[in-house]
C-alpha cells in the first residue's frame, strides 16, 4: 500500500508516541526514516478497528490490556521472515562440531528465540533427529501468538522449503493431501519433541532451564542497544559453560556482552 492510500496522515508528533511506546514496551527501536513506513502499515489495523486516527490507534494499544492489538502492530512494523536452513553454515557448525562434542550428554537442550513460524525451530530438530544423538529437547519461542501458532500447525508451502536437503523431506515431511495439496507436513514424530512457548524477549526470561546452544538469529535488527545488550546479557546466563549462541550473520555482538568468544562468522561460545 502507498502512503497515498492512507486517508489519514501519520503526523510527526504521532510517530513520537509510537516511538516512545515500541521502544517502552517492546525495547525496538524505530528510526525516524521509518515514519512513512509505520504510518502505511499501521493503517491496515486502524481500518480493521473502525479508528480514523493515529493518536487514537496510539491510545488504544497503549492500554495494559491490548497485548494481543499491540502485538498485531508490531507484526506489521517488524518482519517475520524465515525459511528452512537459512545461513547453512550454522547447520554445518551444529552437526559437525557441535553434536560431536555433546554425546556424552544425558541430553542436549536448545533452543530457538525468536523462532517465527518454525521453520529455524524444524531444521534444528531436522539435523538433531539426524545424528541419533540421545536424548535431546528443543525449545521454540516468540512474541508473536499466530507465529506460534503457525510452528504448531507445521504446514509450509512447497515453494518454501526449497532449501530443505531432500533426504531431509523425504524423512521428516508428509506430503499434503487435498486443501493442502502443494504444502508439507512436519512428521508426527518430529512434531511431537519440540516445545513451543510465548516469550518476550526484552523481559526477564521465565524459568527454562540452561541450554547447550541458542539460535538468536535476526531478531536483534530491532532493538535498540540497550535492549540488544539485556536480550543477549540474560541469555548468556542461560547457555551452559561452554555452550552456544548464533547470531543473523548481519548481527554483530561486538561490545555487546562479556563472556563471548566468536569462534565462526556469527557464532559465538560462551566462557564465564
Ligand atoms: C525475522 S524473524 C527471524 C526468525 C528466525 N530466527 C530466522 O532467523 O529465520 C524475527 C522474529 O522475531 C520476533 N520478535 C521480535 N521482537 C521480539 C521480542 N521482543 N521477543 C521475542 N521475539 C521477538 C518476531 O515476532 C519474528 O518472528
Redesign the pocket.
Known sequence: MTASACEVVLSEPEFRLYQSLFSDR???HLPDQKLTLVGTRLWKRLRARGINSYTDYYHLINQPDQQEEL?RA??LI??????FF??PLHFEFLKDTILPELKHKDTVRVW??????G??LFSIAMVLADQRIGKWELLG????QS?LEKARRAIYLDQRTEHMPLEYRRRFCRRGTGPHHGSLRIEPDLRSRIKLQN?????PLPDIGSFDLV?????M???DNA?RQN?VQQIVNHIHNGGYLFV?HSESLRGVCSGLVQVQPAIYQVQK
Open positions: 517492546l525495547g525496538i502485538c508490531l507484526e517488524t518482519t517475520n521472515e524465515t525459511y537459512r545461513e530457538s528465540a525468536a523462532c517465527s513460524s521453520e529455524e519461542s516468540d512474541i508473536n507465529m516469550i518476550e524477549l526484552h523481559q539460535f538468536l538469529r535476526n531478531v535488527i530491532y532493538f535492549t536480550v543473523g
